[in-house]
């Protein structure tokens, strides 16, 4: 079989590059799997808190240090994301001569992630989502990347590169691959693809294996963990001395063997995969990405997982504005919006986009309760927090503290309680936000995704299955916002119906 074939080949090429794999792990291939292979790590017996399951030379790593390819991209000055693709393309484009060849056979052509889906998939699947906008906008950043400074590569007098391998199709390609499998090694490599370890599969917030560099110039000091959560990172590269190559003639090794088959100062910094707890024979070893929500799963590594615990929805400030201009005029809207910046208050940051999350349980952050409860202050009572702010700001250039209304609601940036602001008018606002997101996603409702997740194929229809995991995902969040919303109503003696478009219908203020 030539998945088997590949595995056997991988094998023999990490005992050559002096890549440790206990023999208390197994590489098992999925069933089906053909071209593209579908790797899992399990225990073959019981693995316990610290034992060291695999170490990796980072002259084994694939990186814009190590490639054939280094003093090209060195003399063109590109690093980060561009520099690295360009090393798994050139490794790719001379075939066996190049000293991955085993490593990269093993590995897919590419990984399914949105942005190599078309635009008319994404414009049909992501519609509504967080990454809608955010795929779109990536592939247009990359085809400039790739017309700027990777086809101008084609003429370089440094290496014969082969223009089938470095083409706008095998760049994206690369980039799958790097977004989905690169680990930060140090700042000297940057960011690398990293053999044995990209085989570990990720499981939110139920790491067993830790990747961790340790360093031979100092056995109990410095040790640094590895971070492969956050892959968009441009590389630094640093002068920090490269390793010396070295490797072990041993086949394989059981557990606790690893710290004895080296003493020699001379060794070279090393890769290790240490066991965080214990797990059982039979079960399979994961790794974790970070704690990332269905939609940094799906940008990144093309799944999602179900019932995730660090999924998020973001309201645009935009949206806001939108729902303000909808009840008020213009210049409130921009008065109250001023304002609330002035008592140091903002959205989260991307790109050109200002937003705010809601969290899984449906709880908005504070930044928009308070930006809500200012919106709908009444004019007396706006006009008193103004002169409020204006006094305290005569005596601090970062006014924190200033009440507002006949309630002495007290906005002190960083200690704000949610259960003063959320009045019967911020919760029906926050009821009309909710209806004004969810419309993003189009006319089928959260059952009606449901009901089309239920009749989909993982295995065939993968795009739509992730896509609908991510929609529901985000939908159920919606859901739960109304529910939080409702509820504070109720709390604050107020009922107010939790579904329904257009709920909150309050009379447009006249324009001042």
């Known amino acids: 079989m030539a998945a088997t074939r590949r595995m056997r080949a991988f094998k023999r090429w990490m005992k050559c590059q002096g890549i440790e794999c206990s023999d208390a792990l197994h590489l098992a291939i999925a069933k089906g799997s053909a071209e593209s292979l579908s790797v899992s790590v399990e225990a073959l017996c019981d693995l ?18 190590t490639t054939g390819a280094h003093q090209l991209i060195e003399e063109s000055q590109l690093g980060g994301n561009l520099g690295l693709s360009i090393a798994v393309m050139y490794e790719k484009s001379i075939g066996p001569q190049s000293p991955w060849f085993q490593y990269l056979q093993l590995l897919p052509p590419f990984e399914p992630i949105p942005m190599l889906w078309s635009f008319p998939e994404i414009d049909s699947f992501l519609p509504g989502t967080e990454l809608h906008k955010t795929v779109k906008e990536d592939k247009s950043l990359f085809y400039e990347d790739w017309k700027e400074c990777i086809e101008p590569l084609l003429g370089s007098a440094l290496l014969e590169l082969n223009p089938n391998f470095f083409s706008i199709q095998e760049y994206f390609a690369a980039r799958s691959l790097i977004s989905s499998r690169s680990f930060e090694i140090d700042k000297y490599h940057g ?25 031979s110039h100092s056995e109990s000091e410095n040790d640094s963990d590895i971070d492969n959560s956050d892959i968009d990172n441009e590389i630094d590269g640093d002068d920090e001395p490269m390793a010396q190559d070295s490797y072990s003639e041993k086949d394989g090794f059981s557990r606790g063997d690893m710290g004895s088959s080296r003493t020699s100062g001379d060794d070279p910094t090393f890769l290790e995969m240490i ?8 079960a399979e070893v994961f790794n974790t990405y970070g704690s990332l929500g269905n939609a940094a799963l799906l940008h990144r590594y093309g799944f999602t997982e179900p019932d995730n615990p660090f999924d998020i929805v973001n309201i645009d400030l935009e949206l806001v504005l939108q729902w303000s201009s909808s009840l008020f005029s213009c210049r409130h809207s921009r008065r109250r919006l001023s304002l609330w910046r002035k008592l140091d208050y903002s959205g989260c940051f991307s790109e050109n986009t200002e937003y705010f ?13 308070v930006l809500l409860y200012i919106m709908l202050l009444p004019e007396e009572e706006y006009h008193e927090l103004d002169l409020a702010l204006s006094a305290v700001g005569n005596l601090n250039k970062s006014p924190s503290l200033c009440f507002a209304g006949k309630g002495n609601i007290l906005f002190v940036k960083g200690s704000m309680s949610n259960n003063l602001l959320l009045t019967k008018d911020v919760c029906e606002a926050l009821l009309s936000l909710a209806d004004s997101r969810e419309a993003l996603y189009g006319l ?23 896509s609908l995991m991510l929609r529901i995902s985000e939908r159920k969040i919606l859901e739960k916002l109304r ?4 509820a504070a109503a109720a709390a604050a003696g107020a009922r107010i119906p939790t579904t329904g478009k257009g709920a909150y219908s309050r009379r447009k203020a006249k324009r001042t």
């Open 357 to 369: 999350e809601i969290s899984f349980d449906g709880e908005p952050e504070v930044d928009l309760l």
């Open 483 to 486: 529910c939080y919303a409702a």
């Open 444 to 466: 089928s409702s959260l059952d009606d995704d449901i009901k089309s997740l239920y009749g989909c194929c993982r295995a065939t229809e993968f795009k739509l299955y992730h």
């Open 191 to 215: 960011f690398g693809m990293v053999p044995l370890a990209d085989l570990f599969n990720h499981k939110t917030a139920a790491e067993d294996v830790h990747f961790t560099a340790i360093s």
């Open 275 to 282: 066991m965080i707890k214990d797990v059982k024979a039979g």
């Open 48 to 65: 316990r808190l610290g034992d060291v399951v695999g170490r990796i030379p980072k002259q084994s790593c694939l990186t814009v240090k």
